[in-house]
């Protein structure tokens, strides 16, 4: 048995290599291989679904977030593979609105030892209430950190003050289904850009999926504006059974000219529980790292950020936004601003993965205790060689193309993708009113 000074073990973790390709989820996933002192081991879903897989060689499996189990994505074999398994079971988790009454059910049933949720430490309770859980440790986390190489990615970086673009933004459409904080996600960028383009400040703000930026490219995009927007992340709508889904549709066909806005107030308005879910989301450390001022809507951000020390806040009816972009005209406050948020939450490293990874081995050091593990110098060779298609390392995939339906069309929209990418970020929405996408 080990000394209780060196309580190291070998741990699996299964994930979705489908979904690596976006930034967050690498960078979450490779935390562990760089600051664990655990040794960590890297299976695919699809491998762990349906090939030979030897977990008595592991002391501990992980389940991550990228695997969305509410749904399906890990097969019945899976799950009995997980209940026989005599070791520790640990499941990160994100998205929790949805199918959560599943989740639980399955986080009963496995059972799992450890959750490490999203969910605020304020709501914890009322979504895995203890009484339902008993045989289960949940421990808060954010849904991501600052990577230690973040400042590489981001570069040489002007002052923000000295910047073309004012404002820029990428946010997503999100279904109604998801409630005002997903919808916010739009609202911002819409009404911000019809703000800037009526009073001429150069902007560059988009929420469409043939926009998203990826890569390098993204962080580039950040460094070009002296703000980018923001709201807080997550649902405070929860579809606990599949239920409200279900009554969305039967709206839909009941009433099909009916617009969101008719779905929110007759279906989806009485499930929202405000502060239930609000979160920061990892695009804030982005901007702090490369010296852009944030322009957020109002709120908590888990309580990383203070409103005027390192955000600017923004009403959500609009009202201040005079005073905001007056704020964006001060350079002096805008470099301070900046410089704040980069000492505080970059520079200060109380958000680093590295130490997000010490808290989840703290974590599995408790429950090892009393354990008798494999050495690792003994069990690496071993493991590589006995379990399929297992890494070191977690696979980094490419971001999906648009569909395109011949291969001449996918040739050219890869050209012009390409080509795209090499114009600077700055110039892009010129480009865009050029050619009448404005």
């Given at each position: 048995?080990?000394?209780?000074?060196?309580?190291?073990?070998?741990?699996?973790?299964?994930?979705?290599?489908?979904?690596?390709?976006?930034?967050?989820?690498?960078?979450?996933?490779?935390?562990?291989?760089?600051?664990?002192?655990?040794?960590?081991?890297?299976?695919?879903?699809?491998?762990?679904?349906?090939?030979?897989?030897?977990?008595?060689?592991?002391?501990?499996?992980?389940?991550?977030?990228?695997?969305?189990?509410?749904?399906?994505?890990?097969?019945?074999?899976?799950?009995?593979?997980?209940?026989?398994?005599?070791?520790?079971?640990?499941?990160?988790?994100?998205?929790?609105?949805?199918?959560?009454?599943?989740?639980?059910?399955?986080?009963?049933?496995?059972?799992?030892?450890?959750?490490?949720?999203?969910?605020?430490?304020?709501?914890?309770?009322?979504?895995?209430?203890?009484?339902?859980?008993?045989?289960?440790?949940?421990?808060?986390?954010?849904?991501?950190?600052?990577?230690?190489?973040?400042?590489?990615?981001?570069?040489?970086?002007?002052?923000?003050?000295?910047?073309?673009?004012?404002?820029?933004?990428?946010?997503?459409?999100?279904?109604?289904?998801?409630?005002?904080?997903?919808?916010?996600?739009?609202?911002?960028?819409?009404?911000?850009?019809?703000?800037c383009r009526k009073h001429g400040f150069p902007c560059d703000i988009e929420w469409d999926e043939s926009s998203r930026i990826y890569g390098e490219d993204w962080y580039r995009f950040i460094g070009s504006a002296k703000a980018m927007l923001g709201s807080e992340s997550g649902s405070n709508v929860f579809d606990w059974d599949g239920s409200?889904?279900?009554?969305?549709?039967?709206?839909?066909?009941?009433?099909?000219?009916?617009?969101?806005?008719?779905?929110?107030?007759?279906?989806?308005?009485?499930?929202?529980?405000?502060?239930?879910?609000?979160?920061?989301?990892?695009?804030?450390?982005?901007?702090?790292?490369?010296?852009?001022?944030?322009?957020?809507?109002?709120?908590?951000?888990?309580?990383?950020?203070?409103?005027?020390?390192?955000?600017?806040?923004?009403?959500?009816?609009?009202?201040?936004?005079?005073?905001?972009?007056?704020?964006?005209?001060?350079?002096m406050e805008v470099d301070a601003m900046a410089g704040r948020a980069y000492r505080d939450i970059i520079l200060s490293e109380k958000y680093s993965y590295r130490l997000f990874v010490n808290m989840v081995d703290s974590e599995l050091k408790a429950m090892f205790e009393g354990l008798e593990l494999l050495p690792i110098a003994d069990a690496?060779?071993?493991?590589?060689?006995?379990?399929?298609?297992?890494?070191?390392?977690?696979?980094?995939?490419?971001?999906?193309?648009?569909?395109?339906?011949?291969?001449?069309?996918?040739?050219?929209?890869?050209?012009?993708?390409?080509?795209?990418?090499?114009?600077?970020?700055?110039?892009?929405?010129?480009?865009?009113?050029?050619?009448?996408?404005?």
């Amino acid at each position: 048995m080990q000394s209780q000074q060196n309580r190291c073990g070998n741990v699996l973790c299964i994930y979705a290599g489908s979904q690596t390709y976006t930034t967050t989820v690498f960078e979450h996933l490779d935390a562990f291989r760089k600051y664990s002192k655990h040794s960590w081991t890297y299976l695919d879903i699809q491998d762990f679904n349906h090939g030979l897989v030897t977990l008595e060689l592991f002391d501990a499996v992980f389940l991550h977030y990228s695997v969305r189990l509410p749904f399906g994505q890990v097969s019945d074999v899976g799950l009995e593979k997980l209940r026989k398994f005599r070791g520790l079971r640990a499941l990160f988790i994100q998205d929790e609105y949805d199918g959560t009454n599943t989740v639980k059910q399955i986080i009963n049933s496995t059972p799992f030892d450890l959750v490490f949720s999203v969910v605020p430490k304020h709501s914890l309770g009322k979504i895995y209430p203890l009484d339902e859980l008993p045989r289960t440790k949940f421990v808060n986390n954010l849904t991501g950190y600052v990577p230690d190489d973040l400042l590489d990615h981001v570069g040489q970086l002007t002052a923000p003050s000295t910047r073309f673009l004012t404002i820029a933004y990428r946010g997503r459409q999100l279904p109604i289904r998801y409630g005002r904080l997903g919808q916010e996600k739009v609202a911002i960028g819409r009404y911000v850009r019809d703000y800037c383009r009526k009073h001429g400040f150069p902007c560059d703000i988009e929420w469409d999926e043939s926009s998203r930026i990826y890569g390098e490219d993204w962080y580039r995009f950040i460094g070009s504006a002296k703000a980018m927007l923001g709201s807080e992340s997550g649902s405070n709508v929860f579809d606990w059974d599949g239920s409200l889904q279900n009554d969305i549709e039967c709206y839909r066909k009941k009433w099909p000219k009916a617009t969101d806005q008719d779905i929110y107030r007759d279906v989806i308005e009485k499930h929202e529980i405000d502060g239930l879910m609000n979160q920061i989301s990892p695009r804030i450390f982005e901007m702090a790292a490369a010296k852009t001022v944030m322009v957020l809507f109002e709120g908590s951000y888990s309580g990383v950020l203070e409103p005027f020390v390192h955000f600017i806040p923004l009403k959500k009816d609009f009202s201040n936004l005079d005073q905001v972009v007056g704020l964006l005209g001060n350079g002096m406050e805008v470099d301070a601003m900046a410089g704040r948020a980069y000492r505080d939450i970059i520079l200060s490293e109380k958000y680093s993965y590295r130490l997000f990874v010490n808290m989840v081995d703290s974590e599995l050091k408790a429950m090892f205790e009393g354990l008798e593990l494999l050495p690792i110098a003994d069990a690496r060779s071993t493991i590589l060689a006995q379990v399929k298609k297992a890494t070191q390392v977690p696979v980094k995939s490419k971001p999906p193309l648009p569909v395109l339906t011949s291969p001449f069309t996918r040739a050219v929209g890869r050209f012009v993708i390409a080509a795209w990418q090499r114009i600077p970020v700055g110039v892009r929405p010129y480009i865009k009113r050029l050619l009448g996408r404005a």
